[in-house]
DNA sequence: CTGAAAGCGCTAACAG
DNA sequence: CTGTTAGCGCTTTCAG
């Protein structure tokens, strides 16, 4: 139908290819105010066999509106953000909106580059992951003039709004349970990460919690890269041979959990009376493992939702521009590894 | 530093602020022209002390050149996409060039829209997963004048470039290596996924090369949705019931070849002495298994870094405009779950 | 090295 | 219901 040519289609070729003026091919093509069937026929017939594309630049030039709200995460890779972003496109699919995603690989500055970068094509609003940002991230969110909401975590200041969970409370709700079914030599794993504040307060959490029970981390280790299954696997291997009293083992995601599981469980260990095992995030994904892992789901596909839907609410007229901060319950999963005493 | 304020700020701020006009302060901001160094610090200093972020929307209108990469891939949860994704940035970091990503679910239409959308914003070059497309979007492929680059699959005719595997031989390679090892009775799992066209073609790849070798496929089962090592926990389970003399098993991906893996090697069977398991993919997430899962690798990462560096490459000056196929090698990993003779 | 003028392709705001 | 007139904020081009 179309003819090869190095310059795209413009609203003028459609006008001209259908004796409409542009503005009522715009209309048409917009949907937006009264045509009559006839020329809105016409000019459709128009557009498709031309196989016009419309330029949003200029459309977004022109209205000063542009329908995409940007998402800033931290890693793509790590399996819940995935789950978070698949709640802001669901939660918008019945909007103008459009998620666009930015990576920052956990890193400041990358997050200062990649929140410039996305702020300069004047999206209708922002959903960045974490609490913490570099004082220039934080000035350009407020400067922005659009919704802007912090995801995941809610201890701390926002910006503006934020949606989340509170990870000292889930450390500290941890550490209540383990307590409470009587385990005594607890072992920490988890990331090396100084920058993943939210893993840092889970364990802040779960430290100062177990304090408060007379209880100390008898002990821990943190790695960093590789497959988190197999160094999940090494580290209990490791902790064990060192700390060969410990009754329990907290990781600080589910893949070294499971990774741990899976060397225990072979090793014929008692699970859980002899010691227990758990795990963060509720990654379904390990559903098939010997034993379920105990975990605390993390809310992300929840998290994702109510942000979009804070940000489409704001984004209609007569919205209340207020900040609010909004926190969901993690709930725990005792699975097969945790003693329900 | 900065002031509220409801409008963003221009460049006839700085221009204002620095006394510097409008296009020279452009000229600075954008390291573009010589400039002499009083005004370019007079310039910098004015745009940082308000908090100005340029606007690419403008931008992009009057210079008719968006820096772009559309990047369209079926799924996210995938764990191949992300890393074809990091393959890809990686490349495009040291170009001008920045990813934009769109999620089709494996729905041709929603391929169709995703498209229509991304173009729209008039990109530098499309990277799309398959070569299996409607119509509508192979027209809008071919009309968008930009570089495509369709990834994964080298089995089928591209617009203009192709960087993947081909999926048929990967198929024939593993069905050649199963039956040089001595296996004979094989049961295939895999996805109830009509659109996912590579399994497809593995599995035909597959079939056809048993085929010539005098096999046929004993048993076969699909599934869909819920937790893949669940699942592929489960299908083991019914199909050695169903058919108890299957000496080896195929799936078609590593997450339920996993599945079927812990199932196997917790009821105590000889692997891969009495039954062989081999998965797709090379999933270095499953390193931690008890046994090594036979695999597949698809070349994700190198796959993302070509595309890239093919559409980087055409977009710099000189370039020739040829399309062409480019068909890695996928390796081959035994594991321990398939006999190495 | 710096500035003035003229759009990029589309849509808001008015007229008819 | 349809058309006309101005820009949107920046960059290209051409003069100084």
Not at 33 to 47: L, N, P, Y
Not at 81 to 94: A, D, K, Q, Y
Not at 164 to 193: C, D, N, P, V
Request: glycine fraction near 10%; charged fraction near 25%.
């Amino acid at each position: 139908m179309q003819t090869r040519s190095k310059r795209p289609l413009t609203l003028r070729d459609v006008s001209e290819a259908s004796g409409v003026s542009e503005m009522t091919v715009s209309r048409v093509l917009r949907k937006k105010g009264d045509v009559s069937a006839a020329t809105r026929e016409k000019v459709q017939e128009a557009a498709r066999r031309l196989g016009y594309v419309p330029n949003k630049i200029a459309g977004a030039l022109a209205s000063q509106r542009v329908n995409l709200v940007a998402v800033i995460i931290p890693s793509l890779g790590n399996m819940v953000f995935p789950e978070v972003l698949s709640g802001i496109s669901e939660e918008l699919e019945g909007t103008e909106l459009q998620p666009v995603v930015g990576v920052t690989d956990y890193q400041p500055e990358k997050e200062e580059k990649v929140l410039f970068e996305m702020l300069s094509w004047r999206p209708s609003g922002v959903i960045i992951a974490g609490l913490e940002h570099s004082d220039a991230s934080r000035a350009m969110l407020k400067q922005a003039g659009i919704p802007v909401v912090e995801i995941m975590d809610t201890d701390g200041e926002a910006v503006d709004t934020s949606v989340g969970i509170s990870h000292r409370r889930a450390g500290r709700i941890m550490a209540e349970e383990i307590l409470k079914a009587g385990y005594k030599r607890i072992g920490f794993m988890g990331t090396k990460m100084p920058l993943d504040h939210r893993a840092r307060k889970r364990f802040e959490g779960f430290t100062q919690t177990l304090a408060k029970g007379g209880v100390e981390i008898a002990d821990q280790e943190f790695y960093s890269g590789g497959s988190a299954l197999a160094k999940g696997r090494e580290m209990t291997a490791a902790m064990l041979r060192r700390t060969p009293d410990l009754d329990f083992l907290y990781y600080s995601n589910d893949m070294i959990g499971a990774g741990g599981l899976l060397y225990l469980h072979e090793k014929g260990a008692d699970i859980p009376a002899k010691i227990g095992l758990a795990g963060f995030n509720g990654v379904e994904l390990l559903d098939g493992l010997p034993l379920q892992l105990a975990t605390m789901d993390a809310c992300r596909r929840e998290i994702g939702q109510t942000a979009a839907r804070i940000i489409a609410a704001r984004n209609a007229e007569g919205a209340s521009d207020e900040g609010q901060v909004v926190e969901l319950s993690p709930t725990l999963s005792f699975g097969d590894t945790l003693r329900t005493n």
